[in-house]
């Protein structure tokens, strides 16, 4: 039987050998990448010093500039191996998008000729009319323009030259992540800086940093290919529980298996080349479950990192005949997936927003941007839950796993205590703290210096302050990281401008800075005190409460996803200039339509292997059974436990098979619907519904029938690589 011919090829799989590389990583970091030490060996100097201003100053590069930048890139990529080149993408479908084209042409005189001009590095237009649009592109004018991003480096891939590139419509509409994440980051850039200007005259720019974590599972190929639930949605639908599992919490930052050991090395050693800074590695709660992050880096460059991580994963696991699953819950009631979005915001003067500083002046600077970020978060909380809600996120957000569903902020004791401070105080009150890390406030200038606990975490908060950052915790381990950073950047950026005005307006009416800051942050503390909240999140209490405070409690994707359309949010990222209403239409089409197909394909995969491998099986080992019973009663003994048996399977058999049959039926129904908002809403409330009831009835039987008969990989045998 093919599963246990493939349990057997996966206890035959050995430890992939790797060359450990000879020399240090600082002797390979980045030597893929076109980077700045690259083209000042491979650029004339006007070029390079243009190419450089453009990429720290966003000034516009000529076209003759960028003919001589691609005459020097096409040279580095022919001098490094590559013979091809594409522009690379991330289209809303998720993942990255390439399309390769050979650098060679033909000279007209029979010969061929590398080239590559300014014109073809700068735009092409991919045949893009099957990435999702969201209705944007009428099909008689589906031309979508890939255009250069110089604040990303190209690399290379194998042979391939890959420029990162944005995605936008014939009529300016972004198609991607990377045009709205760039337009957050300016956005955001711009309102930090005027509100640092209160305290620093010589801030010219604010950058968004993000440092993400990327937790998967990896498994063994030979077991993946066995089942084809994990081969055609990514996540089991349905397997029963392993006797072990993460009970005994011995996996966590446990010993690294070889054969894992030697993939993580190679991944490392690719990733570092790529200019991709890993620097942590380790297990996970989970049998199977690792976890890679790098430095973080300023957030475009980051986020483009992270999917480029992806797609090598994927690659080098399958040398080492693994698969790699990002998806957010593979496994039922053993862990999920996320990928932690750390996220800050600093100064061109180097000065992190986020960390308490030493002088009064710093503090206040600190806790002027640590409330506003609260503030943003606070009125849009629903909206940030829908920026990293999907099928498969799902199974976490709102399920019972962690993060809830409910957006809050955990900020730890002791800033907590100075935030009430802060808020009950009169204007002129010297304000004293106990703690032993002494907070002495004698009226607003002299915050001095608060030495925050670094060690007060909070493991169940989905959006946490965590010393000099903002941990959000609840995105899922496949998004796109842009999706969520555009959302924090977009409502920090519209909570600054306001803050901004609201402060000057104090100090117009003759009142000193200081005072006017310290006056509208009283305001905004008391405003978003609801985000605040340091308990247990995972509790049934906190659900009550959040729903009391007036947090957004919903849990069905489709419902989230009209958060996206609400005024508050359409007039925010208008304010931030990151999308128009089009565009927010669309991309809220494309969730729902996305959100449908994903459950569809669960919806039919389910059906075709209850049908197909389950019900067969149990018909085996009824008949099994049934001649059994038939032959104990000949000899006339007891054969009760037999029929008892029998009638359970035989129950199950029925009910499985009306299940299917009913789940069927409601697809019919939704896919009858042509609103994209109201089929996905159907399909999770009616389609959707039957997914767990009919696993229930598969992963008994599993427990009952014969092991022998039982056609997919166990839990148990997916589960411990050795
Ligand atoms: P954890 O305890 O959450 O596992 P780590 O120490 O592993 O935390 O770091 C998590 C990530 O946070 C790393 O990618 C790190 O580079 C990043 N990080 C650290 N400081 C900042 C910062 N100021 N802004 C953004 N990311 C940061
Ligand atoms: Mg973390």
């Known amino acids: 039987m093919l599963r246990f011919r493939m349990v057997e090829a996966a206890l035959n799989h050995k430890a992939v050998d790797v060359k450990a590389p000879s020399t240090r990583p600082s002797d390979y970091f980045g030597e893929k990448v076109f980077g700045r030490n690259v083209m000042r060996k491979y650029l004339d100097k006007p070029t390079y010093e243009a190419l ?6 966003g000034t516009p590069l000529s076209l003759e500039l960028a003919d001589s930048v691609a005459a020097g890139m096409r040279q ?26 050979s650098f060679s042409d033909p000279d007209g005189k029979g010969l061929v000729i590398e080239s590559f001009s300014g014109k073809v590095l700068a735009q092409q237009e991919p045949d893009a009319s099957s990435f999702p649009n969201g209705g944007i592109r009428n099909t008689f004018e589906a031309r979508g323009y890939s255009a250069w991003d110089p604040t990303s480096p190209a690399f290379i891939v194998d042979t391939t030259l890959c420029i990162p590139t944005v995605f936008i419509a014939y009529t300016g509409e972004a198609l991607d992540y990377k045009v709205p994440l760039l337009r957050s980051i300016a956005a955001v850039d711009k309102a930090a800086t005027e509100v640092c200007h209160y305290f620093d005259k010589n801030v010219n720019s604010v950058h968004t940093y993000l440092g993400w974590e990327q937790e998967f599972f990896l498994l063994d190929e030979s077991l993946w290919a066995a ?28 010993a690294i298996p070889q054969r894992v050991m030697n993939f993580m090395r190679e991944l490392e050693y690719e990733s570092l080349k790529l200019g991709i800074p890993l620097k942590t590695r380790h297990n996970e709660v989970a049998p199977n479950q690792f976890e890679v992050a790098p430095v973080y880096e300023e957030a475009n460059l980051a986020n483009d990192h992270n999917q480029l991580l992806m797609t090598i994963m994927d690659k080098i696991a399958r040398r080492h005949n693994f698969r790699v699953l990002l998806h957010e819950k593979p496994f039922k009631g053993i862990n999920g997936s996320g990928k932690h979005n750390n996220w800050s915001l600093g100064t061109d003067t180097g000065v992190n927003l986020f960390s308490p500083g030493k002088t009064p002046s710093e503090n206040l600077q600190f806790i002027t941007f640590l409330v506003n970020v609260m503030a943003a978060v606070y009125r849009h909380n629903g909206l940030l839950k829908a920026s990293i809600m999907s099928a498969t996120n799902a199974h976490r957000l709102g399920a019972n796993e962690a993060p809830p569903a409910i957006i809050s902020t955990f900020l730890g004791s002791q800033l907590s205590s100075v935030l009430e401070k802060l808020e009950s105080s009169k204007s002129d009150d010297a304000i004293r703290f106990d703690a032993k890390s002494v907070l002495k406030m004698s009226g607003v200038a002299q915050i001095p210096s608060i030495l925050l606990d670094n060690t007060d975490r909070n493991r169940t908060s989905p959006f946490a302050f965590t010393g000099n950052r903002f941990e959000f915790r609840a995105v899922g381990s496949s998004d796109n990281c842009a999706e969520a950073i555009i959302t924090i950047n977009a409502a920090v950026a519209e909570q600054l401008v306001q803050f901004k005005s609201d402060v000057d307006a104090v100090i117009a009416k003759g009142v000193k800075k200081e005072r ?15 985000i605040h909240f340091d308990g247990n999140g995972y509790s049934d209490e906190w659900k009550a409460e959040a729903l009391r405070r007036g947090l957004d409690c919903e849990t069905s994707a489709p419902l989230m996803f009209d958060r996206f359309l609400d005024k508050k949010s359409e007039k925010m990222f208008a304010l931030a200039g990151v999308y128009n209403k089009t565009e927010l239409e669309a991309r809220t089409e494309v969730k729902w339509e996305t959100y449908t197909k994903k459950i569809q394909i669960e919806a039919r995969v389910l059906g075709d292997i209850t049908r197909s491998n389950i019900l067969p099986v149990a018909s085996k080992y009824e008949a099994v059974l049934l001649d059994k019973a038939f032959k104990m009663k000949e000899l006339g003994l007891n054969y009760d436990s037999d029929i008892a048996l029998l009638r359970d399977i035989q129950s199950r058999v029925a009910t499985l098979q009306r299940l299917v049959d009913d789940m069927i039926e409601a697809r019919k129904v939704a896919n009858r619907i042509e609103d994209q908002r109201e089929k996905a809403i159907k399909y999770h409330d009616t389609v959707a519904i039957y997914f767990e009831e009919i696993r229930s009835h598969i992963d008994r039987m599993e427990e009952v029938i014969d092991d022998e008969l039982w056609p997919l990989p166990k839990y148990r045998e997916l589960m411990f690589i050795r």
């Open 52 to 57: 450089v201003n453009t990429m720290d100053n």
């Open 76 to 101: 580095w990529a022919l001098d490094n191996g590559a013979d091809h080149y594409t522009h690379w993408f991330q289209p809303l479908t998720g993942g990255t998008a390439e399309k390769h084209d």
């Open 227 to 254: 089942r084809p639930d994990l081969v055609l949605t990514g996540r089991t639908l349905m397997g029963h529980e392993s006797a072990k599992n993460q009970q005994l919490e011995d996996h966590y930052f446990g």
């Open 516 to 530: 006017a800051i310290y006056e509208t942050l009283k305001k905004l503390i008391k405003y978003c005190r609801a």
